[in-house]
């Protein structure tokens, strides 16, 4: 059985016809084609999938979409604005944040969520704020760090 | 070769060329591609961990709507396989099924669910065997076959090798020590799930977009098994998200969804659940190993004996290699005259084991580096002296005729201990907190190619527009460690321009020479001389060019900045754009090729093949850690690790390649386990098999040693797996030294720990570890003369 959703995906609002039982995960991937929103174990286990829900890190693999319909989505497409990238996707492209870049939209919306919170801190709220998102391939130590160089305002490039 | 006196791209920590586009979510993974009319496939997978298929029949599911296509083991039955000599693997098991997991039966249907769905209406009948779960019980059960092929019950390989005269060794030493170990086998988790898509076009070619580190390899897999000849098929490796060597093996998936393409006409996407990721493994062998070592007062070793026992699962894989690698590396870092390897691989029913960084190393490296610290102790030697004191020279060979060129482990030691402290600390830290330290060494591609032949092991093809845009065309496949920027720095430092200049294609069979794939930690020093053999004719031709146009020798001239121009004269030159349209005009239409084959410098002894390499990398660790006396419960505090990098083309790039490894191995030394129940999986979930989070990550300080190696691209060696090696030992010794428990297994466990805590309380000996050894004979050696060279005492 399919439903008529509404969803206010990165500022822009989406009407789309969505079986019932899909998770915003595939809704956003599959009807969307939001592709940037990755899955890891779509059992809510790695993170892979954070989205933003009203400012909120959650797991889209997780929610329905009915649930999130009056709500205020943001996936990693609507982190850059008009085309320029935002402060935490310059410094992780600039520290070698993102290795194979899976886990990486998850990271920067997770993070984004604790910079709106908490514009500076300590590198132990870092760690818990990311600490339900996996990664593989950096020991999360650029991603810390680049959320810590992202948190010092506009990184300016000290690359050539 | 190839070393320059100053750079403009090298040695600069400069942003991926992908890194934008990862950020914004933007790169296209494998199971972000969606094809018009595509439809998805699923695998039935045995229940069982060994039966024979009695009946199979797809026809209900075929029946069901919405499914297109359904197969089975008959639509297939090709065997195939990695390594030429060990061809087992079945795209879909005919007869009888090895493990639980084994797939049985494919469908494609409209969509997902309709295919999920199906795959309860397919009949399949098993008649259960006995099944092996240990190495003990393959061993004790040869009437029990896994495979019909094998010659001697469950054993796929058996290996004995005796380099120089280890009895006359052992007469030699001071002190003898016999030590067992067990390594865990764990497995690589990359955060993104194998996915492939197939396409078959009307004009007859095969498309296939994989997460695979190696589409050269799964090229030829294809056309054996579809039997259709290469020319009609293309492989794509999309940007992978995560490897760890989990994605080098052809998989049953990606041959089935072609079948299912072809039988369809339709696009055919699959995508890997967790659990199937579980069960396809490849991972890192469970290996018991005993090691007896012979030592002079002096700390030098007189002798090594080293077997090594592995679980290998139920099939090959890169079996018969990872073998030979729990045998191939110990005697890179220090001196060993005298060596013998026995090597063990027996069939099981499990999922399959493989290469995962540090294929076949980490294990003896634990078991080697774990000794050294119990013999540094029995001979009052500090262990970092005991180390320092007898390391390989440079340019020497080893017994078992490897080539030493560069070795700057001498210099890592000495960084890592006085950046931690290590000697003044050591013995006034208090009771719970421990220093330890371990060394390490790996290879920068592997030597041999997976298959005999002739030809390079890495092609790059360069054009250039008369825009002044050069593209870089090769096989050579980006995993996420950033080959595809290597070679955009490389051509950018020699053409003298920006490396977003620079477009580079790569990982497809259609368009790129052929790079044998991201593993062995080969891609920078084989790619990159590949691409600098590619690049350099090139720059002549522009030199030449330019040369003419401003009435100058050639020699006069640089390329730099985006200009050709004077030395004496910066100002008087030419564009790039300028001289490219020069040289066009002399040379006619620019393009040029380059290739790179290792030197051939092996020994030649069966065996021989696996351990040669271009240069080594070597790497130190101190870790320091923190534990509970009373419940054994640990942290680790900070690791220092510092890596001969040979030259770091980008330090920003090689520091995040240590930071992963040191990860990486922290994971597998602290909690990473891939165990099984009656076949099982136990923890096939990203919730229970535990992997480090932010939380268990320590500070990690990191030194770069640049030692400058002739063999590699402007002096580079590899640094993608080497750096993982010294932090599982480190761990183990930094634990022994805070409480005086022995841990001989990994991972290391609070559990482990505590049961010799309480040993020790009780008066007993704190060692947690193995104690016995499979009953098993080994074949006499096959002896090996010293090489030509001699090898240093």
């Keep these: ?160 | 070769m190839y070393e320059k006196e100053s750079y403009q791209v090298i040695g600069k920590p400069l942003m991926k060329v992908d890194a934008l586009a990862k950020v914004k979510g933007e790169t296209v993974y494998a199971d972000d591609i969606f094809l018009p009319r595509m439809a998805y496939c699923k695998i039935l997978r045995s229940p069982h961990p060994h039966a024979r298929i009695t009946r199979i029949d797809v026809g209900p599911a075929l029946a069901r709507p919405g499914v297109l296509a359904a197969i089975t083991g008959r639509d297939l039955p090709v065997k195939f396989g990695i390594l030429p000599p060990s061809q087992d693997d079945e795209a879909l098991c005919q007869d009888k099924v090895r493990m639980v997991g084994d797939p049985v039966a494919a469908v494609a249907a409209l969509d997902e669910e309709t295919a999920e769905a199906a795959l309860d209406h397919i009949i399949v009948e098993y008649e259960p065997l006995p099944a092996l779960m240990t190495i003990e019980q393959a061993l004790a059960r040869p009437e029990v076959k896994i495979h019909a092929e094998t010659r001697n019950g469950n054993i796929h390989k058996q290996v004995a090798l005796e380099f120089g005269d280890v009895e006359a060794g052992f007469a030699q030493a001071d002190h003898i020590r016999e030590d067992i170990f067990y390594y865990e086998g764990n497995t690589h988790l990359p955060l993104e799930q194998h996915a492939a898509v197939a396409h078959y076009g009307p004009d007859g070619r095969l498309t296939l977009w994989s997460s695979t580190q190696t589409p050269h390899y799964l090229h030829r897999a294809l056309s054996k098994v579809l039997e259709l000849p290469p020319s009609r098929i293309r492989v794509i490796a999309a940007p992978v998200g995560g490897g760890f060597g989990g994605k080098s093996d052809p998989f049953s998936h990606e041959i089935v969804v072609c079948k299912l393409a072809m039988l369809t006409g339709r696009p055919v996407k699959i995508t890997l659940t967790r659990e199937e990721v579980f069960y396809a493994h490849r991972g890192r062998h469970p290996v018991l190993m005993w090691v007896k070592t012979g030592m002079r007062n002096d700390g030098s070793i007189t002798a090594m004996h080293f077997r090594s026992y592995l679980d290998g699962g139920a099939y090959s894989s890169y079996g018969l290699a990872t073998t030979y690698y729990t045998g191939a590396l110990q005697t890179v870092t220090y001196p060993i005259q005298h060596y013998k390897f026995e090597g063990l691989r027996v069939f099981t029913n499990k999922p399959p084991c493989g290469p995962k960084r540090g294929h076949g190393t980490p294990q003896p490296r634990f078991a080697l580096e774990v000794q050294l610290d119990k013999f540094a102790e029995d001979l009052e030697i500090d262990p970092a002296e005991l180390r320092l004191r007898h390391l390989m020279p440079p340019n020497s060979k080893t017994a078992n005729h490897l080539t030493v060129t560069t070795i700057g482990l001498g210099e890592c030691i000495e960084k890592v201990v006085q950046a931690s402290g290590f000697r003044e600390r050591r013995d006034s830290l208090p009771p719970g907190k421990g220093l330890g330290l371990a060394c390490g060494s790996y290879l920068s591609g592997a030597g041999v190619a997976i298959y005999w032949n002739d030809m390079p092991h890495s092609g790059v093809q360069i054009k250039i527009d008369r825009g002044g845009g050069v593209t870089v065309f090769c096989g050579s496949t980006d995993i996420g460690q950033g080959s595809d920027s290597v070679l955009a720095y490389l051509v950018a430092e020699e053409l003298g321009i920006h490396p977003r200049d620079v477009v580079v294609v790569t990982a497809d069979t259609d368009l790129t020479p052929v790079d044998l794939g991201s593993y062995s930690s080969r891609v920078t020093l084989m790619t990159g001389n590949a691409a600098l053999a590619a690049v350099r004719p090139l720059r002549q031709m522009i030199l030449n060019a330019a040369a003419e146009a401003l009435e100058l020798p050639p020699e006069a001239l640089t390329l730099a900045n985006g200009r050709v121009y004077n030395l004496d004269q910066p100002a008087y030159g030419l564009s790039f754009q300028e001289a490219v349209q020069r040289a066009e005009a002399k040379y006619g239409t620019l393009g040029s090729v380059g290739s790179y084959t290792p030197p051939p410098r092996g020994g030649d002894y069966k065996g021989a093949g696996v351990g040669p390499s271009p240069n080594y990398s070597y790497s130190a660790c101190v870790l320091e850690v923190t534990c509970d006396l009373e419940t054994g419960l640990y942290t680790v505090d900070k690791v220092w690790l510092a890596h001969d990098i040979g030259k770091a083309l980008n330090p920003l790039l090689v520091a995040g390649q240590v930071e992963g490894s040191v990860y990486m191995g922290l994971g597998e030394a602290m909690m990473e386990e891939q165990v099984f129940r009656r076949g099982l999986h136990k923890i096939p979930s990203m919730l229970d098999y535990k992997s480090p989070t932010t939380l268990e990550m320590p500070e990690i300080e990191i030194f770069l040693v640049e030692t400058h190696d002739p063999e590699g691209p402007y002096g580079a060696k590899e640094v993608g797996q080497g750096p993982l090696l010294p932090v599982i030992p480190a761990l183990a010794n930094a634990v022994y030294h805070a409480t005086g428990v022995r841990v001989d297994s990994t991972p290391i466990t609070p559990e482990k720990i505590l049961k010799g805590l309480q040993a020790r309380a009780r008066g007993r000996d704190g060692r947690v570890g193995p104690t016995r050894l499979p009953a098993v004979d080994f074949p006499d050696p096959v002896r090996v003369p010293p090489p030509q060279t001699e090898v240093p005492a």
């Design chain 1, 1 to 160: 059985m399919k439903q008529l959703l509404t969803l206010n995906v990165n500022g822009e609002r989406h009407e789309v016809w969505a079986a019932v039982h899909k998770t915003l995960l595939e809704v956003l991937r599959e009807d969307l084609h939001l592709t940037g929103t990755k899955h890891g174990c779509e059992l809510g286990e790695c993170g892979a999938c954070s989205v933003l829900i009203d400012g909120v890190p959650m797991l889209s693999c997780l929610v329905l979409p009915v649930e999130v319909q009056h709500s205020e989505i943001l996936t990693v497409e609507g982190l850059a604005h008009n085309g320029q990238p935002h402060p935490l996707q310059t410094a992780f492209a600039e520290l070698g944040a993102a290795q194979c870049g899976y886990c990486t939209p998850a990271m920067l919306l997770t993070a984004k969520a604790l910079l709106d919170h908490n514009p500076h801190p300590e590198r132990e709220a870092i760690r818990q704020a990311l600490a339900g998102t996996l990664c593989r391939c950096t020991g999360y130590t650029k991603i810390i760090a680049a959320v810590e160089l992202a948190a010092q305002g506009n990184p300016e490039s000290a690359h050539v």
